[in-house]
Every structure is written in C-alpha cells, then in structure tokens.
T-cell receptor
Framework: GESVGLHLPTLSVQEGDNSIINCAYS??????FIWYKQESGKGPQFIID?????DKRQGQRVTVLLNKTVKHLSLQIAATQPGDSAVYFC????????????FGTGTLLAVQP | DTAVSQTPKYLVTQMGNDKSIKCEQN?????MYWYKQDSKKFLKIMFS???????INETVPNRFSPKSPDKAHLNLHINSLELGDSAVYFC??????????????FGEGSWLTVV
C-alpha cells in the first residue's frame, strides 16, 4: 500500500473522462521514451513507447505525445476506467550502449466512479 | 508463466544481517537489471548485466553485490543491512543492451524492510 506522507502529484478524474498525464524529461539527447503503469503492490508495466523521431503514437485507448522542443511527454488515456487507477511513470532512455532508463517522479491517477 | 520472477516478495530482517533476493527471467533476454524504489516511489537503476557481464553500476554501496550465474538469473546479495536499505527492489530484463527501443520488463518487486 501507499506510505504515510507519500505526496505524489495526483490527477483525479471521473470514470469515462479522458486523462492527460504530463512529464518533463531532462536530457535532450534521449532518443526513446516509455510510459509505465504501476498498480499498488506490483511492478511497473509497459504501456506504450515512442522514439524521438516521432511526435505521436497511438495504442489501444492510449496516446503518447512527444514535444522535443520543450522536452515534454504526455500520456492520454481515453474513456478512463477504474482499472486505470495507478501510478504512471514516464522514462527516458539516454541511448548509447547501456540502455539506461531514467524514470520521472510518477503521477497518481485516481479514477472516481 | 511469469516472465520476470523474483523471490522473496516480502523480507523483514534486522540491521546487520546479510540477505539475498533472487531473480529469474524466462523471456530469453540477454540483459537483466536491478532497480530500487524508495518510499517516495522514485525508481532508480542500480545494476545491469548483459550475458553475465556487469554493464552498469550506479555508485551503489559495495555492500550490494549482484551475481549472475547465467543470463537468465541475476541475484542481489546485500551485506550488513542498514535501515536505509528498506525499499522495494525490482528485477527487470530486456532483449539486449544498447540501442534504444529495447523495452525493459519488470518483475513484481521484493519488499525489503530492515528493522
């Protein structure tokens, strides 16, 4: 469960609404980006990825947008469902030989019925 | 048929003890990782191994010693446990190292509490 005093950025949405989770990344040389979903008590689960030569990629109910000019990434979830409630992390891959992922701080998505 | 599995899931131990967390992946991946998640949910890489060879060591105290007997296993041994070691430790794997676009898959985590 959550730790006492844990203060993640939180996005609260009504079931059925669209959600937009934002992320600022740090390294202009990063060339690959991933969104992960982490449910309580579980490991991060891959949702969608995007390479730096793209600015938009769509999956099932999810869309990732990449703005390299301002180093910004967003995850859009259409018709948000209670099962979407989780902590969402963006991660940037700085490329090179080591496949090293740098994670953002995470956003808690709370879906209200 | 869990892809990345780690044991134990929960571990409570006293300061000063030595403990190990085991990890196995059945995805046929070449590269494995250990990540640490603190109480604020911040995830940070600790180590990566590619085909049993250490690739990344993120200035982790040398009380932490990863061991990879083969490319499907990466165990984490921790000596002289301290209170600050309390965290969730995630094992992960990817098909290969290098060149981005190489998705990393995580295990379910091992909750370590040092008392």
């Amino acid at each position: 469960g959550e730790s006492v005093g844990l203060h993640l950025p939180t996005l609260s949405v009504q079931e059925g609404d669209n959600s937009i989770i934002n992320c600022a990344y740090s390294n202009s040389a990063s060339d690959y980006f991933i969104w992960y979903k982490q449910e309580s008590g579980k490991g991060p689960q891959f949702i969608i990825d995007i390479r730096s030569n793209m600015d938009k990629r769509q999956g099932q109910r999810v869309t990732v947008l990449l703005n390299k000019t301002v180093k910004h990434l967003s995850l859009q979830i259409a018709a948000t469902q209670p099962g979407d409630s989780a902590v969402y992390f963006c991660a940037e891959n700085i490329g090179g030989a080591t496949n090293k992922l740098i994670f953002g701080t995470g956003t808690l998505l709370a879906v209200q019925p | 048929d869990t892809a990345v599995s780690q044991t134990p899931k929960y571990l409570v131990t006293q300061m000063g003890n030595d403990k190990s967390i085991k990890c196995e992946q059945n995805l046929g991946h070449d590269t494995m990782y250990w990540y640490k998640q603190d109480s604020k949910k911040f995830l940070k890489i600790m180590f990566s191994y590619n085909n049993k060879e250490l690739i990344i060591n993120e200035t982790v105290p040398n009380r932490f010693s990863p061991k990879s007997p083969d490319k499907a296993h990466l165990n984490l041994h921790i000596n002289s446990l301290e209170l600050g070691d309390s965290a969730v430790y995630f094992c992960a794997s990817s098909q290969h190292q290098g060149s981005s676009g190489n998705t990393i898959y995580f295990g379910e985590g091992s909750w370590l509490t040092v008392v």
